[in-house]
């Protein structure tokens, strides 16, 4: 029998919290109860913002809380040649373009289609949609542009995309989805617009490496935070493009802090190492996450 795979693919860009120990614990159990396979995964393909110490936290804070995990880990900075290969076959297939404008230049844009009372669209995250008029930037001004040394980022053509991908794209949802989607979800990918694949001092985004690393590494249940499922669908199109299997997927509440937010990195008092410091132990972080 194939084992089912889970895995846990925290950032190592600050202290892991509440959240993470949710999810990892939530990750362990399932696997368990599947008698699956539980990897885990260092994203930290933001080289500027990850460090050592913050990916040492995360091994320390996983081994305190009882995780145990397949060695040797998967560091994706260690593998910009798989997503740079992956980025490639897509530009090849002219479904991926350089995009120069700069976050100045879109706002202006946004801002005259507002005043001329175009409702501009928005992703589901609520950032506006990246206007989408260098799709048809000729090829030589495009090689133009890059030789000169303008800054730009990849991004994807969703429209061209879903023209190659054809056919209904959907996933299956063993959790939900923030409007309680479960089950067969339709994936809605052009809801993002064009998405940034890489770029120049990132030579990858978290869209292409997690699918890319969810295949490579033979990943079949992905177990994650709700504030990814509409991400999903950018996921559910590259893996389409690409050839990739779907995992299924599970995606979990929150943990919120008593602000009623969703925790964050920089703020210390949920973080476990602080916890941990504070005498709780690994049965109590269990309680409080409600497992
Ligand atoms: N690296 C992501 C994070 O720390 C999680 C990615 C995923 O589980 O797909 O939020």
Redesign the pocket.
Same mark, same amino acid.
């Given at each position: 029998m194939t084992r089912p795979v889970f895995?846990? +693919?925290? *950032?190592p860009?600050g202290e892991l919290h509440l959240g993470?120990a949710y *999810?990892a614990l939530l990750n362990a159990d399932l696997a368990e109860a599947a008698q699956g396979r539980l990897l885990l995964?260092i994203?930290d393909i933001d080289i500027a913002r990850c460090t050592p110490e913050y990916e040492e936290g995360i091994y320390r804070d996983l081994a305190w809380l009882g995780l145990s995990w397949e060695e040797p880990v998967r560091r994706q900075s260690d593998h910009f040649d798989d997503y740079h290969a992956a980025l490639e076959r897509l530009i090849d297939e002219d479904i991926v373009y350089p995009a120069f404008m700069s976050r100045g230049e879109v706002r202006a844009k946004i801002a005259d289609a507002e005043a001329e009372g175009r409702a501009w669209p928005r992703d589901p995250d609520g950032t506006p949609l990246y206007p989408t008029d260098e799709r048809r930037l000729s090829a030589r001004a495009r090689k133009r542009r890059m030789a000169d040394g303008d800054p730009f980022a990849w991004r994807l053509d969703v429209d061209a995309a879903l023209s190659i991908a054809g056919g209904r794209l959907s996933w299956t949802e063993g959790g939900s989805g923030p409007g309680g989607e479960t089950g067969e979800v339709v994936a809605t990918p052009a809801a993002w617009g064009d998405v940034v694949l890489a770029r120049k001092d990132t030579p990858t985004s978290?869209h292409l490496s997690?699918v890319i690393d969810?295949a490579l590494q033979g990943v079949t249940h992905?177990?994650?935070?709700r504030?990814?499922f509409h +991400?999903t669908s950018v996921?559910r199109l590259l893996q389409a493009l690409l050839g990739l299997a779907a995992p299924i997927c599970f995606h979990h509440d929150l943990i919120l802090g008593d602000d009623g937010r969703k925790l964050s990195k920089t703020r210390n008092d949920t973080a476990l190492a602080a916890l941990c410091d504070a005498g709780l132990t690994p049965v109590d972080i269990r309680r409080m996450v409600g497992l």
């Amino acid at each position: 029998m194939t084992r089912p795979v889970f895995r846990f +693919a925290p *950032s190592p860009n600050g202290e892991l919290h509440l959240g993470h120990a949710y *999810s990892a614990l939530l990750n362990a159990d399932l696997a368990e109860a599947a008698q699956g396979r539980l990897l885990l995964r260092i994203e930290d393909i933001d080289i500027a913002r990850c460090t050592p110490e913050y990916e040492e936290g995360i091994y320390r804070d996983l081994a305190w809380l009882g995780l145990s995990w397949e060695e040797p880990v998967r560091r994706q900075s260690d593998h910009f040649d798989d997503y740079h290969a992956a980025l490639e076959r897509l530009i090849d297939e002219d479904i991926v373009y350089p995009a120069f404008m700069s976050r100045g230049e879109v706002r202006a844009k946004i801002a005259d289609a507002e005043a001329e009372g175009r409702a501009w669209p928005r992703d589901p995250d609520g950032t506006p949609l990246y206007p989408t008029d260098e799709r048809r930037l000729s090829a030589r001004a495009r090689k133009r542009r890059m030789a000169d040394g303008d800054p730009f980022a990849w991004r994807l053509d969703v429209d061209a995309a879903l023209s190659i991908a054809g056919g209904r794209l959907s996933w299956t949802e063993g959790g939900s989805g923030p409007g309680g989607e479960t089950g067969e979800v339709v994936a809605t990918p052009a809801a993002w617009g064009d998405v940034v694949l890489a770029r120049k001092d990132t030579p990858t985004s978290y869209h292409l490496s997690v699918v890319i690393d969810d295949a490579l590494q033979g990943v079949t249940h992905v177990v994650r935070g709700r504030d990814l499922f509409h +991400a999903t669908s950018v996921h559910r199109l590259l893996q389409a493009l690409l050839g990739l299997a779907a995992p299924i997927c599970f995606h979990h509440d929150l943990i919120l802090g008593d602000d009623g937010r969703k925790l964050s990195k920089t703020r210390n008092d949920t973080a476990l190492a602080a916890l941990c410091d504070a005498g709780l132990t690994p049965v109590d972080i269990r309680r409080m996450v409600g497992l």
